[in-house]
Structure formats: C-alpha cells, structure tokens
C-alpha cells in the first residue's frame, strides 16, 4: 500500500528542468564614511550584466524551483575623498572612478504558483531566499583597485519573480534584494552598503507537462 500511495505521488509529481540566460542589473546602495580627519563618499551606478544557468521546477500548479546560476555585474563607482584638518577645514579633494566588475554564483531556493496553468501557456510567480558566493572581483581601469578581498565572501538576498511560458519557451523577470553588505568594511572605505537589482532571462523547458487529465490517469493506474 504504501509503494502505490509513493508510486502515486510521484507519478503526479512534475520535474522540468530550465536552463536559461539573459541580462541583470546590480545596483549598490549609496554610502559615506567618515573619521577625524577623512570624509569619503561613494556612488555606485549600474550597468547591464549577464547570467546564465538552470533551475528545477518539482511539482505542477505549486512547485520547489531550485537553481543555480553563473553572474557577472559591473557597477561604475563614484568616490569623493576630502581631507579634513582643524576645525573640519577641507585641505584636499579627490575624486576617484572605475568600474567595478564581480562575478558569482547564485543558488536559489524559490517557491512557485501558476495563476494561470495551460498546458502551452502558464503565468508563474515566484519568491525566496537566494545566496550570491563571491568567486570574483576586479576593476576595469586604475583609479579603483578591488579583488575579493575588498568584497564580503558572500550576501543573503531575498528574491521575488514573475514568469511565462509559451509552451517550452520561458521568460522571467525578477528583483533581488540583498542583506548582507556588499563590502568588508575594512578593506574598502567603511562602506556599509547593499545589493539590490532586477534580471530578465529567457530559456526553454526540458521535461513533459503534466495536465490535471494525466494526474487523474495516473491516480486510476495506481488503484489497479
């Protein structure tokens, strides 16, 4: 009985697979740092990245959507350094700019609902905790110079999206809003800053649909 009741489940159970690709921006909160004798402040202005990856759908109208994904995002950064002495008196100013690049890898551990459920078009909304692992970091030019040790190893983000298929053909946008700092604070001016940014894929499914008439099919089959 309780193979059948296993055989049941998983025969109604849907896994597809979704490799997919496409653009993301990453932009990273303003900050200011200031000691005795030093003011520095820092703007970070995104541009378009890439990423590329899969995730796993296991389940039908509810699902466990699963995935691991490659990510690479620049960010121009602005950075002001004013030198203070007695009094707050500004005795220099400098200013710095260079692109900052990182590269990661993000797993997601996302929970899905289809509104709309067709067997060729599906409307899904996704949401979860996500986990970016800092592999990489370098700078374009020479004003800035990073690696990843100027980067916290890691950032904890939430993140939330809407998709659609066409059948095997998939789109998705989604945003993700990190919580862990962006920076160690003691190898790059004190900043305290966060992660947040929007992505688009598109990709296609691997893995056969399952539609309410072949659940009902495969529950029949489990009673005989």
């Given at each position: 009985?309780?193979?059948?009741?296993?055989?049941?489940?998983?025969?109604?159970?849907?896994?597809?697979?979704?490799?997919?690709?496409?653009?993301?921006?990453?932009?990273?909160?303003?900050?200011?740092?200031?000691?005795?004798?030093?003011?520095?402040?820092?703007?970070?202005?995104?541009?378009?990245?890439?990423?590329?990856?899969?995730?796993?759908?296991?389940?039908?109208?509810?699902?466990?959507?699963?995935?691991?994904?490659?990510?690479?995002?620049?960010?121009?950064?602005?950075?002001?350094?004013?030198?203070?002495?007695?009094?707050?008196?500004?005795?220099?100013?400098?200013?710095?700019?260079?692109?900052?690049?990182?590269?990661?890898?993000?797993?997601?551990?996302?929970?899905?609902?289809?509104?709309?459920?067709?067997?060729?078009?599906?409307?899904?909304?996704?949401?979860?905790?996500?986990?970016?692992?800092?592999?990489?970091?370098?700078?374009?030019?020479?004003?800035?110079?990073?690696?990843?040790?100027?980067?916290?190893?890691?950032?904890?983000?939430?993140?939330?999206?809407?998709?659609?298929?066409?059948?095997?053909?998939?789109?998705?946008?989604?945003?993700?809003?990190?919580?862990?700092?962006?920076?160690?604070?003691?190898?790059?001016?004190?900043?305290?800053?966060?992660?947040?940014?929007?992505?688009?894929?598109?990709?296609?499914?691997?893995?056969?649909?399952?539609?309410?008439?072949?659940?009902d099919e495969n529950k029949e089959n489990s009673k005989d």
């Amino acid at each position: 009985m309780c193979l059948l009741l296993l055989l049941s489940l998983m025969g109604q159970a849907q896994i597809r697979f979704n490799p997919q690709g496409g653009i993301s921006v990453l932009s990273i909160d303003k900050a200011k740092y200031k000691d005795v004798n030093t003011i520095v402040e820092g703007s970070f202005s995104a541009e378009i990245g890439v990423m590329s990856g899969v995730d796993v759908r296991i389940g039908n109208k509810i699902y466990f959507q699963p995935g691991v994904f490659y990510a690479k995002s620049v960010s121009l950064a602005n950075i002001k350094e004013t030198i203070l002495g007695v009094g707050d008196t500004v005795l220099s100013v400098a200013y710095y700019a260079d692109k900052l690049i990182r590269t990661s890898i993000k797993a997601k551990a996302l929970i899905g609902f289809n509104p709309i459920n067709k067997r060729l078009f599906k409307l899904r909304c996704m949401a979860g905790p996500t986990y970016d692992f800092i592999v990489g970091a370098s700078n374009k030019g020479t004003e800035i110079n990073v690696d990843t040790r100027n980067f916290e190893n890691g950032s904890f983000n939430l993140d939330a999206a809407i998709g659609l298929d066409f059948y095997l053909i998939t789109v998705e946008a989604g945003f993700t809003q990190g919580f862990t700092e962006a920076f160690d604070k003691d190898k790059f001016y004190g900043f305290d800053s966060k992660y947040s940014g929007y992505y688009i894929t598109v990709g296609f499914l691997i893995g056969k649909a399952k539609t309410k008439k072949d659940n009902d099919e495969n529950k029949e089959n489990s009673k005989d």
